[in-house]
């Protein structure tokens, strides 16, 4: 007997879903924050940093995140800001994966839900929007 469209539907989300999750084994540590390169001048008025920008010092590396809702900088040495950049990059990479993944969810959702062919199953479902909106 051939199954449902929805199932077939369901089990091809279940794939893309499984693949998409697959990528996260691949990703290493992960931070938040920006990194930064910044040449500054040192104050010093006798120094040609202060009469040109060409001359200014650096590059000097600046991490920025939020901790506890206030932003955090720290300068880093560039060895240390080469592994942060990584990190943020897979960071941001995880954060596309999750989105996939979300997106994934909702079709999936919305499929079972749109096909739903049991009408004990849809007012099930109806009963529970209905108490949602109650409380």
């Known amino acids: 007997m051939n199954r ?12 893309q879903y499984t693949a998409v999750k ?5 990703i290493g540590f992960i931070t938040e924050g920006s990194l930064s390169k910044r040449y500054l001048t040192c104050g010093k008025a006798s120094c040609r940093c ?9 590059p000097y590396y600046l991490l920025t995140w939020k901790r506890k809702g206030r932003t955090v900088s ?27 993944m979300h997106s994934i969810s909702q079709k999936a959702i919305y499929n079972h839900l749109g096909s739903a062919t049991d009408p ?3 007012s099930a479902i109806s009963s529970v929007k209905i ?5």
């Open 4 to 15: 449902p469209a929805h199932h077939k539907q369901r089990e091809l989300f279940q794939q």
């Open 22 to 26: 697959n990528h996260i084994l691949q």
């Open 50 to 58: 202060t009469s040109d920008p060409a001359h200014r010092h650096g």
């Open 74 to 100: 720290q300068f880093l040495p560039e060895s240390l800001a080469q592994q942060y950049e990584e990190w943020i990059r897979n960071r941001q990479s995880l954060s596309k994966i999750l989105k996939q």
């Open 120 to 122: 004990t199953e849809k």
């Open 131 to 135: 108490k949602l909106r109650k409380t």
